[in-house]
């Protein structure tokens, strides 16, 4: 049973990427989810989550208009998709699943979590 985050990368500012969350041992789909990013020297900080149903919840408003999320239930993962990345959106990008159909209320909730995936913005 695991989570693995795949998609990171270096992109200038203003672009775009898509990271992956993929589960292996489970379905997903069952789940909600939620992504998080760790800057360097700062706490791990919650974006934003989706239950089960397709509910969505943003931690932070600094992601709203810029961060979408979407299941691909056919390869089991959950999608994050970034755009208009700025320099401070640089950070290690994390999946975790609740283990149960609602978001959590922060981190610590969510009990399952992928081990990362880098994001650089450069500008």
């Known amino acids: 049973v695991q989570l693995v985050e795949s998609g990171g990368g270096s992109v200038q500012s203003g672009g775009s990427l898509t990271l992956s969350c993929t589960a292996s041992?489970?379905?997903?789909?069952?789940?909600?989810v939620g992504w998080f990013r760790q800057a360097p020297g700062k706490e791990r900080e919650e974006l934003l989550c989706?239950?089960?149903?397709?509910?969505?919840?943003f931690y932070t408003d600094s992601v709203k208009g810029r961060f979408t999320l979407a299941r691909d239930n056919a390869k089991n993962t959950v999608n994050l998709e970034l755009n208009s990345l700025n320099p401070e959106d640089t950070a290690v990008y994390y999946c975790?699943?609740?283990?149960?159909?609602?978001?959590?209320?922060?981190?610590?909730?969510?009990?399952?979590w992928g081990r990362g995936t880098l994001v650089t913005v450069s500008s």
């Open positions: 989706m239950s089960s149903t397709g509910d969505r919840t």
């Open positions: 041992g489970f379905i997903l789909d069952y789940y909600a």
């Open positions: 975790a699943t609740t283990r149960s159909v609602v978001c959590g209320l922060g981190v610590s909730d969510y009990g399952l």
